[in-house]
């Protein structure tokens, strides 16, 4: 390898960490691009707000002695909720003084956020003032049955969303491995529906051989939009921003119609052309970095980059381990070792209802069979390393290393700087 390096700061949680490669083996650095970002924040909320697409405007909306709901997704996402809600509340206000506002996190499937950190996630304000409550998939005393999709996908939602007179929903549109885009209907599915409901969509994904990665037109998706269709979503507001977090536009409206406007902003800000396919690549989950089950979000993108055969090292602190969730744990622990297109047929004998975990384990097994998975994470512990069956990199170098010593000197190498948002997109 040549003795002339390239230095690169790579994210990592709340820091960087330092990446070395040699410069003739640097094939390409795959970053967010550099895009305008709204000097006046207040003024671009008022302006979607009052310009929506496919809705009248939210102030139409707002009456007297309503109940209004505001659900909000939850701290795996980088949406920045401390910046819009205070904003949307003041613009409520405005038009009904006395309105009657709660706020519900749509966990999905995850864990439900503490005190503190909903009030590091809306500001602390925020926080005192309104009532915040977790949607739990599982507690079934919560959730309202809304009878079937044309699919057959079992509608069950948080009874919140049935018991207010105006629901809202703020969510940010980044890229995302299963739904082709987050934000729109997905602050719904999975963010506020039974497992039930969310094990059925997922199903539809698992069966699929392609990634969707960046498409909109895909089951999961298409799914997802006719369950919002059933629920009584009255507003949607999509929030674009910047991998610093900054705020590059709002579109707000139709919970599907103003989503796929903003996707078209939102695809200025996360796609990155590609142009060759990589030996390595070197991947930092940033900003999903909770823990794996958000990190290997990173790997759906260097999978799109990676040659067969070669090596991917994700990069990725994951303070939460793979995932707080057992279920998810003990699906991946009963299916570990088998062939991608085997997974879903075993699940189903075994009778496993978790459809995220049989999903997950999926794509797992599929990018195993695609390429050599290192993972360097102080956080993954040996066990869940073990479920995973990735190879543990003790530092980035080390894993540098190995690759290197797997595809050679002349190895091609694509850095990916922030795998959690980012979409690898091939010309025509």
Known sequence: MSDAQVG???????????????????????????????????SEVERALSSPVGTAPLGA???????????????????????????LVRH?????????????IANGTHVPMSPEEIAERVGGDLARQYRFVNHDCTKVEDLVDLGTTPN???????????????VLAVGGVVPHPLAGWGGGAKIIQPGICSRETTAATHDLETISAVSHFGRLSNPMRLEIEEIVKKVPLHFMVNV???????????????????????????????????TALADIVVVSSHPADWDFWQAMKGLYAAELVVKRGGDILIVT?????YTLSQEHVETQARLRGMPAK?????????????????????????????????????????????????????????????????????????VITHGGDILPVWPG
């Open 342 to 414: 085997q997974v879903l047929k075993e699940a189903r004998c075994m009778g496993i209802t978790d459809g995220a975990g049989v999903n997950v384990t999926t794509f797992m097994a599929r990018i195993k069979e695609l390429a050599f998975v290192q993972v360097f994470s102080p956080g993954i512990t040996d066990y869940d390393m073990g479920i995973l069956g990735f190879e543990r990199a003790t530092s980035v170098e080390d894993g540098l290393r190995r690759a290197f010593e797997r595809q050679g000197d002349k190895a091609r190498v694509t």
């Open 317 to 321: 602190p994951c303070p939460e381990s």
């Open 240 to 274: 674009i921003f910047d991998s610093g977090g900054q705020l590059v536009g709002v579109v707000a409206g139709d919970p599907i119609a103003s989503h796929h406007a903003a996707v078209d902003l939102a695809r200025s800000v996360w796609e990155v052309p590609v």
């Open 8 to 42: 690169l700061d790579l994210p990592y949680g709340a820091g960087t960490l330092p990446l070395s490669i040699p410069r003739s083996n640097l094939l390409t650095v795959m970053r967010p691009p550099d895009v305008a970002t709204v000097a006046d924040p207040a």
């Open 92 to 104: 409520i206000r405005a038009k009904v003084p006395d309105a009657d506002i709660t706020f519900l």
């Open 152 to 166: 057959g996908t079992p509608i069950q939602i948080n009874r919140l969303a049935t018991e207010a007179d105006l």
């Open 61 to 87: 909306l707002l009456h007297t002695n309503q109940r209004i709901l505001i659900i909000i997704d939850d701290k795996t996402r980088a949406t920045p909720q401390s910046v819009i809600l205070p904003l």
